[in-house]
């Protein structure tokens, strides 16, 4: 038999970046696409199933994994709202259907790269789904432990200016913002405790941010959900802040 050009870690490598990608890889539509590859990794791993599954993927999934697409996305999102659905990043994702993982899907770089993306892709506008979300005690606990177990920002005047519905909410539904972060299991005096901002502080962070990191909306939220809040404090936007410390990447 003539030797394979393909090597099982360049196999496992490909098959993790495609999977990554949101590429469709059932067994016949790879096979149109790249039969090499197929047929060199049921050569290697005895099928192609133990190799996609060596591969860390549930080959369930792959034979069942629509292949998502922007009119796809943009479609789901406008019945959603249609139907008057809750179309926050946590509702949507705790849906557990066909919208739920279409959510996913839009956080690829090939698709919106962000929900928000997509949902300015179907005509809507994020910061009012944001704030006008369908709030109850639980989901805005829900929401405050997710903020405290990624580290985000939780003083009051950080989440009224990076999510107003949310801070909106836990004052309407628990009397206070301190009341809602005790029903979080969060001590509201080491949060105030916590890191200070200064002016100073913020273009620092912001010039070490930019070296890695484009200076946007999206990227600080993403990445530096603080320093996002910190930026909207001291500059009021993004734009403000990139033009007093410089525009780093662009």
Known sequence: MARLSWDKAEILQTLKKLYKEGKDLSYT????????????AAYHFGSYRAAVEKAGI???EVVR??????PHIIKLIKQAKREGADLHWSAVTKRGDELGRAAFAALQKRLFGSWDRALHGAGLDADEISQYRKWGKDSIVFELKGRHRDQEALNSGAVQKEDPGLHAAAVRHFGTYDN??????????KIRRR??????EVGKQLKAFSRKHALTDAALRQHAPALYGA???FYKS???ARGAVGGGKK
């Open 29 to 40: 539509q790879l096979a149109k696409r790249m039969q090499p590859l197929v047929s060199a």
């Open 58 to 60: 549930d080959y369930s």
């Open 65 to 70: 994994r629509p292949r998502w697409t922007k």
């Open 180 to 189: 809602a972060l005790r029903a979080a299991k969060v001590d509201p005096s």
């Open 195 to 200: 890191q200070r901002w200064s002016k100073e």
């Open 231 to 233: 930026v909207l404090r």
């Open 238 to 240: 993004v734009a403000g």
